[in-house]
């Protein structure tokens, strides 16, 4: 490490310390601290609703931890050093984050809170969340919504100036969302408060991309193999690493063009392109490919099915639907994801993609899907074998009646409706009516009703690999 930590200030606020934050924001600063070594951007990292343990630990080896990407020549480890304290609400009491958040040196809160933790739905915050609800009748703050208005209330009160919120979750437009969410609830209590966050902060799109599968015990065997020691903070992830930032800042702008992040005018097209050809393909994988009982990723690759499945998604399903970008091959573009998935040493599991599929399909599958409705007047095949899927993995049973786990905070609710109905075809029209994402336009749409129900119908019938193949056939008659 060649900059000096210890002239590191608390400017940078990260909430979410789980493995994506460790490999993608922290790691692009940390490059960018290491080519603009004069940089006084020290983060503070949080976590809101998992255990305190990740920060103890993380407190215990002074912040420092590793980062090791894995390709077939084996492991590399980087380690990052630009984190120079924890907060735990749990530890150090709910006064702790808002209270950092109005410090005068702050200057960015980042987030990598998961899909759901915006708390939010089509239409803005969901003030029908029960934490929401509590927090809104007087609980102390504990989503990341109400932990951000807190701090911004006292911020103000202190009459410092405004802050960069930066969403880094999978979310289109995740700057927009988090800047309606954290209005919604200001709003809700303190309309003052709402009219000066708007005017003095800002919340920048971004399109963040590196595969970061969740730690398992041999990977923490493989960690200690490459390092000759235990480091409990330590992820392993792929090389690869892209951040493309909306270039709209409050204040100072932390060196990330020098950690390697691209900041450009308009990030939805990057969004887009990334939601649908990354994400979109990795939800297709991971639900048709846990529903046959493949465990991670490489492994559906290197099913001739699957692999034809994708290329055909990547080219025909999701890149039609995509607006040109200068300097992009869409093409190249999804060989080089291909590439990315068939790597062998990450073990990326395809029921941790599974996992959270409501909070998934909207930006994933259904924008796509309603281009194709709009454009062409169908129904893509292979996005209806994705629904089809997520149908199936609700009512908890795949190829060979083998159990399916669904775990999405929409899931009980799903489940309770569609598990017990008799047959898949009983169970279609109530699950296209009662799961939001769909829309007063997709619900009722006969032509997705009748493609997913013959997905269904297949998928049951066949299995899923002897239904990716007769699909690939018919597409290519
Ligand atoms: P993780 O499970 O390791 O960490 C999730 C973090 O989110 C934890 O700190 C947890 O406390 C926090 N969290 C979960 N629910 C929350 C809620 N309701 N409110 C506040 N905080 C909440 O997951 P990981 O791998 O760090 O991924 C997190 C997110 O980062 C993803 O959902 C995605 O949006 C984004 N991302 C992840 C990538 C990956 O490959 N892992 C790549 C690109 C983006
Ligand atoms: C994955 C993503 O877990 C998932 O849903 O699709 O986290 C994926 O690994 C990243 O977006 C890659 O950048």
């Given at each position: 490490m060649t900059y000096d930590r210890s002239k590191l200030r608390p400017r940078w606020l990260h909430i979410g310390f789980g493995a994506f934050a460790r490999a993608h924001p922290l790691c692009v600063l940390h490059r960018g601290l290491l080519n603009d070594p004069t940089g006084d951007w020290g983060v503070i990292v949080a976590r809101l609703n998992s255990g305190r343990d990740a920060l103890d630990q993380l407190d215990h080896a002074r912040g420092i931890y590793h980062v090791l990407a894995a390709d077939a020549d084996g492991l590399h480890a980087e380690q990052v050093g630009c984190v120079i304290g924890t907060r735990h609400p749990d530890r150090d009491g709910a006064d702790a984050l808002p209270m950092l958040i109005a410090s005068p040196e702050l200057a960015v809160i980042s987030l990598t809170?998961?899909?759901?933790?915006?708390?939010?739905g089509p239409d803005g915050l969901d003030f029908d969340n029960p934490a929401i609800r509590a927090e809104l009748a007087g609980a102390p703050p504990r989503t990341a919504i109400s932990v951000l208005v807190a701090g911004l209330a006292r911020r103000r009160a202190a009459s410092h100036a405004g802050l960069t919120l930066l969403a880094c979750d999978n979310l289109s437009g995740n700057g927009t969302k988090l800047a309606r969410a954290v209005d919604d609830f200001a709003r809700a209590t303190d309309p003052q408060l709402a009219d000066w966050i708007a005017g003095a902060c800002r919340f920048p799109c971004s399109m963040v991309d590196r595969i970061v599968p969740a730690m398992t015990s041999p990977d923490r065997d493989r960690v200690r193999g490459t390092l000759g020691q235990d480091d409990p903070s330590a992820v392993i992830c792929e090389p690869f690493l892209q951040w493309v930032i909306e270039d709209s800042f409050a204040a100072d702008r932390p060196p990330l063009a020098e950690g390697g992040a691209l900041l450009v005018a308009d990030v939805e097209p990057y969004e887009d392109m990334k939601l649908r050809m990354l994400n979109g393909a990795h939800s297709l994988l991971a639900l048709l490919g846990g529903q046959a009982g493949l465990a991670t990723v490489d492994a559906c690759m290197a099913d001739p099915h699957f692999a034809a499945a994708v290329a055909h998604f990547h080219a025909?399903?999701?890149?039609?639907?995509l607006p040109p970008l200068p300097g992009i091959d869409l093409a190249r573009y999804g060989e080089d994801l291909r590439a990315r998935f068939r790597n062998p040493a990450l073990k990326h599991r395809t029921a941790q993609i599974a996992s959270d599929t409501s909070q998934k399909?909207?930006?994933?599958i259904l924008a796509p899907l309603r281009w194709h409705l709009a454009q062409r007047g169908t129904v893509p095949p292979l996005m209806a074998l994705v629904l089809a899927s997520w149908l199936i993995w609700l009512r908890g049973y795949g190829d060979d009646g083998c159990a399916l786990e669904v775990n999405d905070p929409r899931a009980e609710t799903l489940r309770a409706r569609i598990?017990?109905?008799?047959?898949d075809a009983d169970a279609l029209p109530v699950f296209l009516a009662g799961y939001d994402g769909f829309g007063p336009d997709l619900a009722p749409d006969q032509r997705l009703h009748s493609a997913v129900q013959d997905a269904l119908a297949r998928l049951r019938a066949h299995g899923v690999r002897n239904t990716l193949a007769a699909t690939m056939s018919e597409v290519a008659s």
């Open positions: 809170i998961t899909e759901k933790g915006y708390c939010s025909q399903e999701a890149a039609p639907t399909l909207p930006q994933r598990s017990t109905l008799p047959s």
